[in-house]
């Protein structure tokens, strides 16, 4: 039974319920479904985001009480000169295109070996959840104690291979430091990854493998012409949400080097933190946040407007 | 590919060895660094530190981990409570995570299947906006997060973590689902409309035990979720009545005087629990994946 | 319903059916019921206004001794009660901050020193002068302890220890290498470093805590103070940049020591302060700048594998004669809004104070069972203090210290943190040679007047 809601007729898919003469819109069906989660997020979550952007209006530093009023955008427009949220903001970049395209190599690598059949698939399949099991703190501890410089399994490992004659500090040295502060991070996200490729790989359908092998396609082309296209959906919610949270990432950067050295991986989240929290100026660290919020947003809706002329999905 | 010409038996199956040697990479990537705190866990103090490394412990021993149960003993050195908190840390963190998951799942089934079943207007917006509390960094509302849940008399509770989690989880959770139930074919559900079934009975009996996959995957995302949170964790609990996992972890980070022994081995319970679960479902969870990333 | 029923189970993708879902559905359920009882009895945490305990929180440094003195006071003053919570320390600050935002701060506080003038500031400390004992306490302890305590002409706190940074070198070690006294300047340092260097005993003999942290180098300030040297005058003007300051010579020192001699253990860059004692006592290091206290742990045989081996100098200076470091002072504030006031005074007057025996005697008590500084003038006289100073410390060098040192005074400026970050994060590039030390006096000079004038 169709029932036109408003300007927008949409049509009433099947599956929608019979019901007796109080006959609710589509519409309206949804947002009612959807009201719990939304309650819940909107009481717990919307004062504080409206807060926090409120907040970031003012000049608001607890150390200076007296001096707090409202600057509308004073902060925001106060970016421009701050050096240590420009050098923040560029060591953010080059740590979430790291991330990024580590993640997205090293999962399409597992999650393709998994979608092969070979003995000890299974195990190997457990062991890609290890990594998530454990907590950002965790994480950055154990690699502290990897990659230490007098005691590191990382310096006993390449020593015994022969790679190196004698113990490196490895996060002593900038490019080391930010990229094993890299790898640490991509470590302990991969299995997400892989699970959400892992499921797109296994949602192909077989015929069409079938066909490729029937028309001897390369390895190469069956992978352009067969897999990808199926890959596009999957791999946009892996680079939504590995920007999200390689951008916000915190716990495992700042167990491992603080920011260090110098300021080669103080990233704008660790930025942020330091600053609601040590220096409690809470206007400017409010600004920082809606800063990464605005970014994320515009590269996610990027992501999804760059990958739509591939194929059409929603988000 | 295959190579023309060549007779069978010489055909060199370069695919299959790419395959083992690709394989032996990825499981050594993913499981070292683990085993090395796994190791040390077993270790006694001298030898964790000890250069070069041993990597299989040449004298093993249950020391670390019966530290946590007598904590007291352990406690010689320096008067810190990680050891002793680590108990129960983990009972509060297995907690709010099954919690947070339970909670998560009940939420998200309903806003999953408007987005799944139905055509709504707005709807693109509406999931952006969820996905868009997620693009908040937590520093920016952990201050107004703690006031609300101070003016609510929540602090030190279950109940902020749990309510907290909910909010983070919420919007993965749903995209997750809505992708399942996608796949969930409408015949069963024109069988439950001719068999005068009620949309609740529907859902219990028919449509949910179909996706179990689905829920299982988000059940098990949104745990993974809240038990690996820190920040919330921090500044919401104060004492060993709700203090999680993470929480604890990082006390032994900043500990004077930490034995890098007991470390790990707070390192490697604080992974168990999860690592078990995951372990346990891990055909569903990649199953409830997969039926839901169909293109469109 | 059969229907249903088949076009269910007749589905591939089934893999539960009703009856397993209900029962996972169950045993989740049995979980957080559990859970939930479990959180009715969680801690409220609320204010304590009503019942007039005294909420006291501090950073957890032997939180079982603190209760041990805090059991000792309500013993003597039957009709208080005190709820104490430790905090762990690398999130003290944080916490505290956010507790009072919410309205929901502790009575009696720890307060580190660089901490003061902001909690004053912010309006989460009131001023503790008038109140009975506290003119006996001032005019008990030593003139810069009494100082720091002190902001804008009001005091704030009664004080729980205070110390002073040494020289810290493992004798044993500097005799293998041939060295029977510790060094009086820097480059006697370095050559003394070499020396060990050569004789194979260690690759790098000189390690610092040299990871960015929330919390001050203070090996950093040592090294300067050490020398006669300052980062900022009276008015808190940066003068690290102006001749005269001694600061380039330091940095100048220490990027000569990393990377021409190497003594200095470029892996520094990794290391917190927590994980220098355990490196100082297994004996990875023959020499670091540390506070006196640390040696009655690095010389506790029960603690560590070099004990009775350790001393502690003078911190070695430029010219070989100036002598200087920094101390610190950490104390007991009460906070502006607390319901409790008078006894929350008690408390604090008992801890940081006199007992009813007019003694201070928790300061001496944390000095005989920890070795932590005590600010009582009288106290250095007294013999049981003596004799347990003469098992790990030399009382000559111990009290020197104490005579030499000078706080920082740059804590009373609202930037003080943010510098201090910023200082952190240029010395590290000087000791990863990415900077010289003249561009990063610069640096230091350019970032404090930036926070200077962004704060005015």
């Known amino acids: 039974m169709a029932t036109t809601t408003t300007t927008t007729a949409t049509r009433i898919v099947a599956g929608g319920k019979q019901r007796g003469p109080r006959q609710l819109g589509d519409t309206a069906r949804a947002y009612l479904l959807n009201a719990p989660a939304l309650t819940v997020i909107l009481l717990l979550v919307a004062y504080p985001i409206g807060y926090s952007f409120w907040v970031s209006l003012h000049r608001d530093n607890l150390k200076q009480p007296a001096a707090k009023r409202f600057i509308g955008l004073g902060n925001y427009t106060s970016l421009i000169h701050d050096d240590a949220f420009l050098k923040s903001l560029k060591v953010s970049a080059l740590f979430v295109v790291v991330v990024l395209s580590l993640t997205v190599v090293l999962s399409l690598a597992l999650a393709l070996l998994l979608n092969e059949s070979f003995m000890g698939r299974g195990v190997l399949r457990s062991l890609v959840l290890l990594p998530w099991a454990m907590p950002g703190v965790v994480n950055g501890l154990m690699w502290r104690t990897v990659f230490d410089a007098k005691t590191g399994a990382l310096n006993g490992f390449l020593t015994s291979l022969g790679v190196i004659d004698s113990y490196q500090a490895w996060l002593s040295s900038s490019t080391g430091a930010f990229l094993l502060t890299a790898l640490a991070q991509v470590w302990n996200t991969l299995p997400f990854a892989v699970i959400i490729l892992l499921a797109g790989l296994a949602a192909t359908p077989s015929e069409l493998y079938d066909a490729a092998k029937v028309d001897r396609a390369g390895v190469f082309q069956r992978f352009r012409q067969v897999t990808l296209p199926w890959l596009l959906h999957p791999l946009l919610i892996v680079l939504i949400l590995e920007t999200m949270n390689s951008f916000r990432a915190f716990d495992t950067i700042y167990v491992l080097t603080g920011g260090g050295p110098g300021d080669a991986t103080d990233t704008i989240a660790l930025l942020d933190v330091r600053t609601v929290l040590t220096y409690t100026d809470f206007g400017l660290g409010s600004a920082y946040a809606w800063v990464i919020t605005a970014i994320t947003l515009v590269v996610s809706v990027g992501y999804v407007s760059l990958l739509y002329r591939k194929g059409s999905f929603e988000v | 590919m295959t190579q023309v010409g060549v007779p069978l038996r010489y055909r060199i199956p370069w695919r299959k060895f790419v395959i083992y040697l690709l394989a032996v990479f990825f499981a050594l990537f993913l499981v070292l660094p683990f085993y090395w705190i796994f190791s040390m866990s077993f270790k006694h103090e001298v030898d964790a530190n000890a250069v070069p490394p041993q990597w299989i412990p040449m004298d093993p021993t249950l020391q670390a981990y019966l530290s946590f149960v007598h904590p007291d003993e352990a406690q010689q050195l320096v008067g810190s409570r990680a050891v002793a908190d680590t108990p129960f840390a983990l009972g509060n963190s297995l907690v709010v995570a099954t919690l947070t998951a339970l909670l998560n799942l009940i939420l998200a089934v309903f806003a999953a299947y408007s987005f799944s079943r139905i055509r709504f207007r707005g709807s693109q917006v509406l999931m952006m906006v969820y996905l868009l509390t997620r693009m908040v960094p937590g520093i920016a509302i952990i201050i107004p997060f703690y006031l609300l849940m101070r003016a609510l008399g929540l602090l030190d509770t279950y109940f902020a973590l749990i309510l907290s989690y909910t909010t983070f989880a919420l919007p993965v959770t749903i995209w997750i689902l809505k992708d399942f139930f996608r796949t969930v074919p409408r015949e069963l559900e024109d069988a439950a409309r001719v068999d005068r079934c009620g949309w609740f009975r529907m859902m219990w009996t028919v449509f949910l035990p179909i996706s179990a996959p689905g829920l299982v995957a988000a059940a098990v995302f949104s745990f993974m979720t809240a038990w690996n949170e820190f920040m919330f964790a921090l500044f919401l609990t104060s004492t060993r009545a709700s203090q999680t996992i993470p929480v604890i972890a990082a006390n032994f980070a900043t500990d004077l005087n930490t034995q890098y022994t007991v470390m790990a081995a707070s390192g490697v319970l604080a992974v168990l629990p999860p690592l078990i679960l995951v372990l346990i479902f891990q055909r569903l969870i990649v199953q409830g994946m997969a039926a839901g990333s169909v293109k469109g | ?456």
């Not at chain 3, 690095?298 to 502690?312: E, F, L, T, V």
């Not at chain 3, 930037?415 to 561009?439: G, I, M, R």
């Open chain 3, 1 to 456: 319903m059969s229907r249903l029923n088949r076009a269910a189970t007749a589905y591939p993708g089934a893999a539960l059916n009703r009856r397993q879902l209900l029962r996972l559905a169950s045993l989740g359920l049995a979980l957080p019921a559990a859970g939930t009882l479990l959180a009715a009895c969680g801690d409220d945490g609320g204010s304590t206004a009503t019942d007039g305990t005294v909420k006291f929180e501090g950073w957890d440094f032997e939180p079982k001794l603190v209760q041990q003195n805090i059991d000792r006071f309500t013993g003597l003053n039957s009709d208080i009660k005190v709820a104490y919570t430790p905090i762990t320390s690398a999130q003290y600050v944080q916490k505290i901050v956010a507790e009072f935002t919410a309205g929901n701060g502790p009575d009696a506080l720890y307060v580190y020193d660089d901490v003061l003038t902001g909690w004053v500031e912010a309006g989460y400390l009131q001023p503790i002068d008038g109140l009975p004992g506290v003119d006996d306490v001032y005019n008990a302890i030593y003139a810069s302890n009494a100082a720091t305590m002190s902001y804008k002409g009001k005091r704030y706190g009664l004080p729980y220890y205070t110390d002073s940074q040494g020289l810290v070198y493992n004798a044993e070690i500097l005799s293998k290498a041939g060295i029977t006294a510790p060094p009086k300047s820097l480059d006697e340092w370095e050559q003394q470093a070499v020396k060990i260097k050569n004789a194979g005993l260690m690759q790098y003999p000189i390690g610092f805590y040299a990871q960015r942290q929330d919390t001050w180098w203070a090996w950093l300030w040592a090294l300067v103070f050490g020398s006669g040297g300052a980062l900022f005058d009276d008015q808190l003007n940066p003068v690290m940049n102006t001749a005269g300051s001694k600061v380039k010579d330091v940095l100048a020192w220490l990027q000569h020591a990393t990377f021409t001699s190497k003594v200095i253990d470029p892996a520094s860059l990794q290391i917190v302060s927590a994980a220098i004692d355990p490196a100082m006592m297994e004996g990875r290091y023959a020499y670091t700048i540390g506070a006196r206290y640390s040696l009655s742990m690095y010389n506790d045989a029960a603690k560590s594998k070099s004990a009775g081996k350790m001393k502690m100098g003078m911190v070695p200076s430029l010219d070989g004669t100036t002598l200087g470091t920094v101390s610190h002072t950490r104390m007991y504030c009460l906070a502006k809004d607390t319901k409790v006031k008078d006894s929350a005074h008690k408390l604090i007057s008992y801890l940081g104070g006199f007992d009813n025996e007019k003694k201070p005697y928790t300061a001496k008590f944390w000095f005989m069972q920890e070795g932590l500084g005590f600010t009582f003038k009288a106290l250095a006289q007294d013999a049981e203090v003596q004799a347990k100073l003469g098992k790990f410390i030399d009382p000559a060098v111990y009290a020197k210290l104490a005579d030499v040192a000078k706080a920082r005074n740059v804590i009373a400026a609202p930037w003080y943190h943010e510098y201090e970050t910023e200082q952190q994060k240029v010395v590290q590039e000087v000791l990863s040679n990415q900077t010289t030390p003249d561009a990063a006096a610069v640096a230091l000079e350019k970032a404090a007047n930036t926070l200077k004038s962004k704060y005015q």
